[in-house]
Every structure is written in structure tokens, then in C-alpha cells.
């Protein structure tokens, strides 16, 4: 009798796991890229204020890698699992990224996790967990949020033409230390206290023969507390609780943290203020082979606290509030060569009175493709989900995209200028005449005015040699023609800088599966 009961409980263990693996199918996918590139990024050669000088001596010459794995476990059409890890960015030979000799950093990260269902006989749709989130857009990216966030998506599909797309997501919460409330010293009393940060987002997909048009509005609530512990925000350089892996906060939803005392505000009354975005996203394909896109965007932040702006040691009382417009466009023709087109766009940008606040349209994590060296338009590697944001800009541009003379050899060249909308005005109120560079690789353009501009040239190559392994060839090149006159009338006129081109070459291996 023991030795069949021992018998039946293996065979109950046998047909259980055949069971199991057959009714769940594993699949994965990823992708290795290696990448080796020489470089100088920097947008200035030297920098003074008073007698302190400081000369650009950045690394000329770097070797990155980064792995992704994503394993989706799939039950049916209407049930699966998905968790995806990345690991890297990793220099070769620097320890705390794992690169070093014996390579036994921990670095494997959580990029995104989340379930999909489905609502029996229905068609609709639920994703919950952190995910890949991206606002509907045309014409060169989001400018306002493509990123990873934790949340909740439903879709619906009414019929062949309409869908309908509900948001939750949840950007930040629970990461308030309670060391300070309201721009003001608390106690650990209040930790957690008015501290998330939350979006809920409404997107209407539109599709017909030749035009597809994705209106969409999204809300937010910012609690009192939601930023702080930032790193570097409100002076806690020395003290910093967490820091966000993608974008940065301080840069996209305040006035520019280079004006002088914009990042000591004040307390608030308030416990939560208002977020609010929309955008008209459309692409008109009915007169193939030319190609359509435009996109128009607002965005608003509403104040939380003061803060004191100096201009030439005169204290102006002025406003958190954010809020402004960005209208983007591409027209392409598709030829049997390649496809050429044109792009362009034009953001709203500070008027020059703090006072009002500022007129850069906020955003979350912008991720601006129409070029790939300030953009993030070749791999979306190199800025790592840091991309450009168009807020305070302007620009035209011409490309020649996915040129093809030898077979699975393409090429895309691209030129655009980058010119700024923000008021020579603002000049005054900067910590000293180089703060228009301290957006430049936050997650942000450089802050550039009216009498300033940067000349972009980006030349990719990718050559397919197998179908899944791509060698690709990047070449970029920024002139620098921001202006000396005006930003030497900053702060107290006591600091210069001396500009310098930006240029990189970068040569990557890329095996996806």
C-alpha cells in the first residue's frame, strides 16, 4: 500500500507539472547592445566666476554595454505575465556599475512588471503594474511623458475606428523622509505625508483610411511634500532621500533651477496642487507616398509656494506656476532611395518676469526623437531614457532618412537648427552666465534665448548583417552658437565661459532576439 500511494503521488507530480508547462508558454526576448564611443558632449570649454575657473576635462573615449531581458509568461490571449530586467548601463572598468575587475556589482534592475487581462467576452482590456507608459504623439516623440511608471491601463475598442484608453499612474509616493514639509524643517513625524504624486490620463485613438487622430487630456494631483528629498532640490544636496531614474522633476514641472533662489521655495498652504496636459496628435497617410504629422501640445503646473528671484541683488517675489504650449510638425516623402522630409517645431518660453511664473511648458519625462545626439533619436541609448525637452525652443530641420544604396546597408542624415524663445530678460536672474547649460543632460534642452542657437548634424549608419545583429555607426556634431553678450549681464557679472563644440562618434553592436 505504501508503494502505491508513493506511485500515485509521482504520477499526481508528473501529469501536475505537464500540466502546468503546458498551460503556460514562456517566451523571451531582448536585446545586447555593445557600444564603444569617443566623444566630447560638453557645451563649454571653461567656465569663471570671480577666480575660480574650471576647464571641461571629460573622457574622450568610453566602452558601455547593456542587457535587456523581458520573459512574458502567457496563458492565453487573455492572461500573461510580463517582467523585464535590464542590466546596465555598464562602462567597462568602472566598479560601481559592475565593469570593474570581477564584474560582482549588483546591477540587474527592474525596468517593468505587470499583468495583462482581459474582461471575459468583452474587449476590454486591463495592464496593471509598472509598465512602459507613452502619451500619444506624432512628429518627433512625447514632449511630455515616455517613460516607465507604475499604473493602471484599461483599453476598449468600441469598433474598427474607435478605442478608448483610461490612466492611472503613480509617479511618486511614500519617499518623503519628513526632515522637511513645505519647503520648511518638519520632523519624522510627517514622513509619507502629502508626498504622491498621481496621473489619470484620457485618450480617444481615432482610426480611418488615410488619417489616424489620438485627442487626449491627462490630470494631475502633486502633493505638498511630492519633491521632496529630490536630489539637489530645495538645497538638499547633502541630504538626498531618493532620485528618479527617469527624467528629472525639478527641471520639467518648476522654473529653470538656474535662476538664482528658484530652488529655495517657500512653503504652502496647499496640500495638493493641480497637473494638467493635453494634446491633438494626428497623421495624415491618404496621400502615400507623402506622409503628415503634427502634433500640438499644453501643458499647466499650478503653484506650489514662492520663491525669491534675484536680479542683480534686487528680491522678487516669485511664482511656481508653470504653463505652456508646444506645436511640432513632419512632412516625408517616401522614395525608392530613401525618404527625405522636413521637421520642425515651436515651443512658448519665459517672458522675462519670474513674477508670472514661467511660460515653458511643463512636462514629466519628455523624450524628444526628431535627432539623436541632443535627441534621443538612434537607439535610445545615450541619454539612458534621458531625453531633450522643446520647452523654451524652437527649430527646422531636413533629413534624409533610411537612405539605402547597398543592401542591408542604410543611412539617415539629419541637420536641424535649435533656436530659443525665452527673453534675453531671464539672462538677469541666472545664478551666473553659464546656468544655460545646467539643463543639458537633466533631461532638458540647454536654456537658450532669443539671440541664442545651436546647429545640429547627426549622420547613423546600420548595417544589418544577420537578422538580428545590426553594426550601427552614429556621427554627431553640435555648433555652438550661444551668446556671450547676452549671458555675460548674469547674476553679478562676475563669471564667463568659453563655449565649445559638441561632437561624438559611436560605433554599436546590437543583437536583438
Not at 500540466?19 to 514562456?26: E, H, K, L, N, Y
Not at 526576448?29 to 563649454?44: N, P, R
Not at 490571449?77 to 517582467?83: C, F, Q
Request: hydrophobic letters at 40%; proline letters at 3%; charged letters at 20%.
Amino acid at each position: 500500500m505504501k508503494k502505491l500511494c508513493t506511485l500515485l503521488l509521482a504520477a499526481g507530480l508528473v501529469f501536475g507539472a505537464a500540466t502546468g508547462a503546458s498551460a503556460i508558454d514562456f517566451q523571451a526576448k531582448g536585446q545586447w547592445l555593445m557600444g564603444f564611443t569617443a566623444s566630447d558632449t560638453k557645451l563649454i570649454h571653461k567656465k569663471r566666476v570671480g577666480n575660480d575657473k574650471t576647464t571641461n576635462l571629460e573622457s574622450s573615449f568610453d566602452a558601455v554595454q547593456r542587457v535587456r531581458l523581458q520573459l512574458d509568461a502567457v496563458a492565453s490571449e487573455s492572461l500573461s505575465g510580463t517582467v523585464y530586467f535590464e542590466i546596465g548601463n555598464t562602462n567597462w572598468g568602472r566598479a560601481d556599475q559592475g565593469g570593474a575587475l570581477g564584474a560582482d556589482q549588483k546591477i540587474i534592475k527592474l525596468k517593468r512588471a505587470y499583468i495583462d487581462w482581459m474582461v471575459p467576452q468583452t474587449d476590454l482590456k486591463f495592464r496593471m503594474g509598472i509598465q512602459g507608459v507613452t502619451l500619444p504623439n506624432a512628429a518627433g516623440g512625447s514632449a511630455i511623458m515616455d517613460t516607465d511608471v507604475a499604473g493602471i491601463t484599461a483599453n476598449y475598442k468600441v469598433n474598427d475606428n474607435v478605442s478608448i484608453t483610461a490612466l492611472w499612474a503613480r509617479p511618486l509616493n511614500d519617499n518623503f523622509d519628513g526632515n522637511r514639509w513645505n519647503g520648511r524643517q518638519a520632523g519624522s513625524t510627517r514622513a509619507g505625508y502629502l508626498d504622491n504624486l498621481d496621473l489619470f490620463s484620457l485618450m480617444v485613438p481615432l482610426t480611418f483610411d488615410g488619417f489616424e487622430v489620438t485627442p487626449w487630456a491627462m490630470l494631475g494631483m502633486k502633493g505638498a511634500n511630492a519633491m521632496e528629498g529630490i536630489d539637489g532640490w530645495q538645497g538638499r544636496d547633502d541630504n538626498e532621500v531618493f532620485s528618479t531614474s527617469d527624467g528629472n522633476l525639478p527641471y520639467s514641472l518648476y522654473p529653470y533651477p538656474g535662476i538664482k533662489g528658484a530652488t529655495n521655495i517657500g512653503g504652502t498652504g496647499k496640500g495638493y496642487g493641480s497637473l494638467f496636459w493635453a494634446g491633438l496628435p494626428f497623421t495624415i497617410t491618404a496621400f502615400d507616398p507623402l506622409n503628415i504629422e503634427v502634433d500640438i501640445n499644453y501643458g499647466y503646473s499650478e503653484p506650489m509656494g514662492r520663491y525669491d528671484a534675484v536680479k542683480q541683488g534686487v528680491v522678487k517675489r516669485s511664482s511656481t506656476e508653470r504653463q505652456g504650449w508646444l506645436a511640432k510638425a513632419l512632412v516625408e516623402y517616401k522614395m525608392d532611395w530613401g525618404v527625405p522630409g522636413i521637421f520642425g517645431w515651436y515651443a512658448s518660453g519665459d517672458d522675462g518676469n519670474p513674477k508670472n511664473g514661467s511660460e515653458r511648458m511643463p512636462s514629466i519625462v519628455p523624450m524628444g526623437t526628431f535627432t539623436s545626439f541632443m535627441g534621443d533619436g538612434n537607439l535610445g541609448w545615450v541619454w539612458n531614457d534621458f531625453a531633450l525637452d522643446y520647452s523654451g525652443t524652437w527649430g527646422i530641420g531636413l533629413q534624409l532618412r533610411d537612405m539605402t544604396f547597398v543592401e542591408n546597408l542604410s543611412h539617415t542624415f539629419r541637420v536641424a537648427y535649435w533656436g530659443g524663445t525665452n527673453s534675453t530678460s531671464m539672462v538677469k536672474y541666472m545664478n551666473n552666465s553659464f546656468a544655460w547649460d545646467d539643463g543639458w543632460g537633466n533631461g532638458t534642452s540647454p536654456y537658450l534665448t532669443t539671440n541664442d542657437g545651436l546647429l545640429e548634424f547627426n549622420l547613423v549608419n546600420n548595417y544589418k548583417m544577420y537578422e538580428n545583429f545590426d553594426i550601427n555607426l552614429e556621427l554627431g556634431y553640435i555648433a555652438n552658437f550661444m551668446d556671450n553678450d547676452t549671458w555675460k549681464k548674469a547674476g553679478e557679472r562676475n563669471s564667463s565661459f568659453q563655449k565649445q563644440d559638441a561632437w561624438k562618434a559611436q560605433l554599436v553592436f546590437a543583437y536583438s532576439f
